[in-house]
Each structure stands twice: as structure tokens, then as C-alpha cells.
T-cell receptor, first 109, second 109 residues
Framework: DSGVTQTPKHLITATGQRVTLRCSPR?????VYWYQQSLDQGLQFLIQ???????AKGNILERFSAQQFPDLHSELNLSSLELGDSALYFC????????FGSGTRLTVV | GENVEQHPSTLSVQEGDSAVIKCTYS??????FPWYKQELGKRPQLIID?????GEKKDQRIAVTLNKTAKHFSLHITETQPEDSAVYFC????????FGQGTILTVHP
């Protein structure tokens, strides 16, 4: 167990729908990072939150948004889903180093 | 922003041989360089890291070297074993982690 908790582990949904992915960082970590990993692709940085505030933005689509709550858990919202959004979505938290959660596998059908 | 190039994309070795994976980065402000191992369907796991004030670091069969002047760093795995087979990612941090494209390492018994 890495200490970073992601739910759900799997999600199957239809095109056009909206889903929410959830991440709880390790105890004491203030930063949460979201990454997308598509088939045969590397890890693409989406967005970073630090202590509730957006800190950095990567290649995140306008259909995607995120937030970090006072208890430091974070949610990634994906809307108007397309087939190409099917991927593994990881969050990571950082203290000394980055630790990844187990990921959410999203399948859009 | 930071750009990380990783080579080779695939690497096949015989058990007991050494494996070397190389990465280059673009942003001289990057100061932390971790390596992750990812098995199929699982989360990336940190295997070794190096900071910009260190030239080399070893941990049993794995070692990482860093050349700040040339902006490149390498992962060395000696006495490879079949369980070393996985995808390996390098990364560079300038605020957030930027990952290389990954190397699929296959160790044949």
C-alpha cells in the first residue's frame, strides 16, 4: 500500500457521460498530481494542486477539471467523455518523492 | 517547459546481462531525477532517484548516474533477472515531474 488512495479502481461509462475520480494523498503530503496514461503512452501530466490551490497545469483538456478540498483529497472530473479518454488515471502525492496511487482504469464505450 | 527524452524504447537482454537506459532533459533548473518501474496494469513505483548535487547513486543491482553539464542521466541494472522485466520511466522535476516515454525491458531466462 503506497498510502495514496484512488477510487474507483475501474470505471466503465458511455460516451458523453461525466465521471469523477477521487484521490487521497499520503498523510502529511500537501500536493496532489494527476497523470493520464493511455495505451502505449507514457505518463502525461494533467494538473497539480498544493494545499487546495492549483499550482501547475499540463495538457489538461477543457472538458476536464479538478479540485482539492480542505481535507486535501482531490477529485478529477471528466465530462463529455470520448472514446479517446479511455486510459489509466493516476494521482500522486509528494513529500520527499512522488508516490503514485493504484490508478483508476477508465473505459469509455 | 521541461522535455525528457528516453532511449531506447525497448530493450531485450539475457538473464545476467546488464541493462542501460538513458535520458536527457532540457531544463537546467530541474534538480531531482527519479526512476520508476511499472509492471503491467500497476502503478509506477520509485526504484531509485538522484538529486542534482550528486553524480552517482547505487542501490544493490541498480545505479543511476547524472551528468548535469550534458543534461543526461542513466539507469544501470546489473545481473538482470526475469522479474526486472517491466516498463521503466525516467523523470525530471522542475516543480512537477515530467516523464520520459518509457522503456520496455524484457529479460529472457
Amino acid at each position: 500500500d503506497s498510502g495514496v488512495t484512488q477510487t474507483p479502481k475501474h470505471l466503465i461509462t458511455a460516451t458523453g457521460q461525466r465521471v469523477t475520480l477521487r484521490c487521497s494523498p499520503r498523510s502529511g503530503d500537501l500536493s496532489v498530481y494527476w497523470y493520464q496514461q493511455s495505451l502505449d503512452q507514457g505518463l502525461q501530466f494533467l494538473i497539480q494542486y498544493y494545499n487546495g490551490e492549483e499550482r501547475a497545469k499540463g495538457n489538461i483538456l477543457e472538458r476536464f477539471s479538478a479540485q482539492q478540498f480542505p481535507d486535501l483529497h482531490s477529485e478529477l472530473n471528466l465530462s463529455s467523455l470520448e472514446l479517446g479518454d479511455s486510459a489509466l488515471y493516476f494521482c500522486a502525492s509528494s513529500g520527499e518523492g512522488y508516490t503514485f496511487g493504484s490508478g483508476t482504469r477508465l473505459t469509455v464505450v | 517547459g521541461e522535455n525528457v527524452e528516453q532511449h531506447p524504447s525497448t530493450l531485450s537482454v539475457q538473464e545476467g546481462d546488464s541493462a542501460v537506459i538513458k535520458c536527457t532533459y532540457s531544463d537546467s533548473a530541474s534538480n531531482y531525477f527519479p526512476w520508476y518501474k511499472q509492471e503491467l496494469g500497476k502503478r509506477p513505483q520509485l526504484i531509485i532517484d538522484i538529486r542534482s548535487n550528486v553524480g552517482e547513486k547505487k542501490d544493490q543491482r541498480i545505479a543511476v548516474t547524472l551528468n548535469k553539464t550534458a543534461k543526461h542521466f542513466s539507469l544501470h541494472i546489473t545481473e538482470t533477472q526475469p522479474e526486472d522485466s517491466a516498463v521503466y520511466f525516467c523523470a525530471a522535476r522542475d516543480g512537477k515531474l515530467t516523464f520520459g516515454q518509457g522503456t520496455i525491458l524484457t529479460v529472457h531466462p
